[in-house]
């Protein structure tokens, strides 16, 4: 049934072209062989299906362990300020829990405000802690996702390949590509293009 798909996808591409040229070909005018000679049909464009997987080639790439650790830095600073603050909100809570009732009104309240400010800004801080590491990893990610689909374009070319498609499809989303042929993933020449060697997985000897 996946085969299927991929061959409906091939077949869809080449029909809506075969259509194309046959409405072309309608709204021409009929001439006779005394007028002019009939036009020869272009070949059309072959079709030839390739995919590759993004996370995999950023997974290869040299620049990907430099990307963890920069991201592993800045995450983990945020972390350790995340739990300074929470940790100061929780002493100043437990001082409160123990001498609130002592308090005068006005001391209570203005205790009381302090750990309602002080919790807020925690909330505030892990949101803006978030969005910043996501623009750090977009950051650091994007010239790196530039470099590989300028491979991606060239192997496509070298290779004849007249549609490229991604594996990943996202989180939360299906995969578009359900079945295809192994000789059709140009991953590892992607790679080889690029100057990566990936270690080749050994040969399973049978048992005797």
């Known amino acids: 049934m996946k085969k299927n798909l991929v061959m409906a996808l091939g077949a869809a591409l080449l029909m809506g072209g075969l259509s194309a040229r046959a409405q072309a070909q309608a709204s021409t005018p009929v001439t006779t062989s005394a007028t002019a000679a009939a036009p020869r049909a272009t070949a059309t464009t072959p079709i030839k299906i390739g995919y590759t997987s993004m996370d995999y080639l950023l997974g290869k790439v040299p620049e990907a362990k430099d990307i963890q650790n920069q991201l592993t830095i800045q995450r983990t600073q945020l972390e350790n300020e995340s739990q300074r603050m929470t940790k ?121």
């Not at 994007?142 to 192997?155: C, E, R, T, W, Y």
């Not at 070298?158 to 140009?186: C, M």
Request: proline fraction near 4%; charged fraction near 25%; avoid cysteine.
């Open 88 to 208: 100061e909100f929780q002493e100043k809570l437990q001082v409160y829990e123990k001498g609130g009732a002592q308090m005068s009104e006005i001391i209570r309240a203005d205790r009381e405000k302090e750990l309602q400010g002080l919790q807020g800004r925690i909330q505030e801080f892990q949101k803006s802690a978030e969005s910043t590491l996501q623009q750090k990893y977009q950051q650091l990610v994007s010239p790196v996702l530039q470099k590989i689909q300028k491979n991606i374009d060239a192997v496509a070319k070298e290779n004849g390949y007249s549609h490229v498609f991604n594996l990943d499809a996202g989180a939360g989303t299906a995969v578009i590509l359900l079945y295809a042929p192994e000789d059709g993933n140009i991953s590892e020449i992607v790679l080889k293009k690029m100057g990566v060697t990936t270690p080749v997985a050994p040969v399973a000897t049978p048992k005797k």
